[in-house]
């Protein structure tokens, strides 16, 4: 894919065949990153065979591959699909590490494909195969990919070419040559003496068990809550979300939280609610925290201005000490969030007169390209950040507050009568994500799954209906699935009614 060395390490490879006296060439088809698929080399080398001439291929022919290099682990599976990997001939050199591709993260829910299905397909497809992190071990020796993929097929001896043959393609290239060289020894090394690893599949998020203390007299209060009136399993999940709504907000939000939790955890025992695990607590606990850490331009502001962003965004680029780095950001703000960070009464005011909100929306929405090294956007951007002592008292915060009160009215409404509908409504709010039109979106679909709670509680797999509303919610950003199902969902309920002649 793009910007991970493919042209020079289909330049390595060529190079290295030609200093053996071998004929050799390579040829590329864009694939335009990963917008439209990665960008394919491919390379036909052979000896000499007296004075004649060879005529050599232009693109690969599936089953008469020897070797077959992903520098992402999905594109080693797509080389499967294309038969270009055979257990009769092919070695397969595969980084295991995902770089997702856009298909995956256009999704609004989760659309990472399974790499497991690769996993299992590998030592079937290919005669061998060389698969571990290459991606990680470059930036743990400062290059690329591209070096440690070079260092792998030389120590996978598939070519009859002998270390320094390779290493010597490299110091010709003449370029990052030191580093490179690292990386290249790191590849053939771990391919020579082989550590057991597989790509695993992907599994559920693992929480931290808490504390004995967190040193704050106000933040141990919260933590012997948890201890206290909770089942143990669940207490991983709460200090997790405590921990993030005091980040978000203080410790007067997090136990706000903690109030909501209580009343949930009470209604849930007096369900009996250790017959499903306390499903409906848990899920309570995950939801409730993600959307009283909903996103605003408060929240976006101080994520922008953290020193620890910076030095995180620092080491991914490799600054150095001497070096100045500016990041240039994109933001496009609309009325509607600006109106959000006004006090309750002045935002409301102004979405009551769509004229002046009209017309000081032609003013702010539109987009801006900011620097958030420069001393002006940094300030500008701290201050706003700075705005969460007073976010309990903006319009943003009053909307979010009833909108929250209103979803948990509805699951505490339903649970007496479907535990496994109230459970299901919680997990509803995996629709509401992001901020400005982003939110907007998540919120229509959001209100649009809810709609059909009421003529599904008490029905069979009412919980197995609402989740495949939701999955349809997130299919497509315009609804048109999510019509689809709500008019499924109709019909079904339709065919059950009793006809009367």
């Known amino acids: 894919m793009g910007g991970q060395g493919g042209g020079v390490l289909s330049d390595w490879i060529v190079a290295l065949a030609e200093?053996?006296?071998?004929?050799?060439?390579?040829?590329?088809?864009?694939?335009?990153?990963?917008?439209?698929?990665?960008?394919?080399?491919?390379?036909?080398?052979?000896?000499?065979?007296?004075?004649r001439m060879p005529v050599l291929s232009l693109m690969p022919t599936p089953g008469d591959v020897d070797v077959v290099m992903a520098a992402e682990y999905m594109e080693a599976g797509r080389s499967m699909m294309r038969g270009l990997v055979t257990p009769e001939r092919t070695t397969l050199i595969a980084s295991s590490h995902r770089s997702l591709a856009v298909s995956e993260k256009e999704q609004a829910g989760d659309g990472i494909a399974d790499s497991g299905v690769v996993v299992e397909a590998t030592p079937v497809a290919a005669k061998r195969s060389v698969v571990f992190d290459m991606q990680t071990m470059a930036e743990k020796n400062g290059s690329v990919i591209s070096a440690v993929m070079f260092g792998a097929l030389a120590?996978?001896?598939?070519?009859?070419?002998?270390?320094?043959?390779?290493?010597?393609?490299?110091?010709?290239?003449?370029?990052?040559?030191?580093?490179?060289?690292?990386?290249?020894?790191?590849?053939?090394?771990?391919?020579?003496?082989?550590?057991?690893?597989?790509?695993?599949?992907?599994?559920?998020?693992?929480?931290?068990?808490?504390p004995q203390s967190l040193k704050d007299p106000r933040l141990d209060k919260l933590l012997q809550q948890i201890r206290?009136?909770?089942?143990?399993?669940?207490?991983?999940?709460?200090?997790?979300?405590?921990?993030?709504?005091?980040?978000?907000?203080?410790?007067?939000y997090a136990q706000d939280y903690l109030d909501r939790i209580a009343a949930i955890h009470r209604l849930d025992t007096s369900l009996s609610g250790e017959r499903h695990n306390f499903a409906l607590t848990r899920e309570a606990a995950k939801y409730v925290a993600i959307a009283m850490a909903y996103d605003d331009v408060i929240r976006v502001a101080d994520l922008k201005t953290r020193a620890s962003r910076f030095a995180r965004v620092d080491a991914e680029v490799g600054k150095k000490q001497d070096q100045l780095l500016y990041m240039t950001e994109f933001m496009h703000p609309r009325m509607e969030?600006?109106?959000?960070?006004?006090?309750?009464?002045?935002?409301?005011?102004?979405?009551?007169?769509?004229?002046?909100?009209?017309?000081?929306?032609?003013?702010?929405?539109?987009?801006?390209?900011?620097?958030?090294?420069?001393?002006?956007?940094?300030?500008?951007?701290?201050?706003?950040?700075?705005?969460?002592r007073f976010r309990r008292g903006?319009?943003?915060?009053?909307?979010?507050?009833?909108?929250?009160?209103?979803?948990?009215?509805?699951?505490?409404?339903?649970?007496?009568?479907?535990?496994?509908?109230?459970?299901?409504?919680?997990?509803?709010?995996?629709l509401v994500k992001g901020y400005s039109d982003t939110a907007a979106r998540g919120n229509s679909r959001f209100e649009r799954v809810l709609q059909s709670v009421p003529q599904l509680i008490g029905k069979p797999d009412s919980a197995g209906w609402l989740r495949r509303l939701t999955t349809a919610a997130l299919a497509d950003e315009d609804g048109t699935k999510l019509t689809g199902a709500q008019k499924t969902l109709e019909t079904a309920f339709e065919a059950e009614q009793p006809r009367v002649a």
């Open 19 to 51: 200093s053996q006296n071998w004929a050799a060439q390579s040829t590329s088809v864009p694939g335009v990153a990963q917008r439209t698929g990665a960008t394919i080399y491919y390379v036909e080398m052979m000896p000499p065979q007296g004075d």
């Open 394 to 430: 903006l319009l943003r915060h009053e909307k979010e507050l009833a909108h929250l009160n209103g979803w948990l009215k509805l699951v505490t409404e339903t649970a007496p009568k479907d535990y496994p509908l109230a459970v299901e409504i919680l997990k509803c709010r995996r």
């Open 228 to 252: 206290q009136n909770y089942p143990a399993a669940l207490t991983p999940l709460l200090y997790t979300a405590i921990t993030r709504l005091v980040d978000y907000q203080d410790p007067a």
């Open 337 to 388: 969030e600006v109106a959000g960070t006004m006090p309750a009464g002045l935002g409301r005011w102004l979405e009551n007169h769509p004229a002046v909100f009209n017309r000081l929306d032609k003013l702010v929405n539109r987009g801006r390209r900011v620097q958030t090294r420069t001393v002006f956007w940094f300030f500008s951007l701290y201050m706003v950040g700075g705005m969460r």
């Open 155 to 210: 120590g996978a001896k598939v070519l009859p070419f002998d270390r320094e043959a390779f290493e010597g393609a490299i110091r010709a290239g003449g370029k990052g040559v030191t580093q490179s060289l690292k990386a290249f020894g790191a590849g053939f090394d771990r391919t020579v003496s082989p550590v057991a690893e597989v790509a695993e599949p992907r599994s559920g998020k693992e929480f931290l068990e808490p």
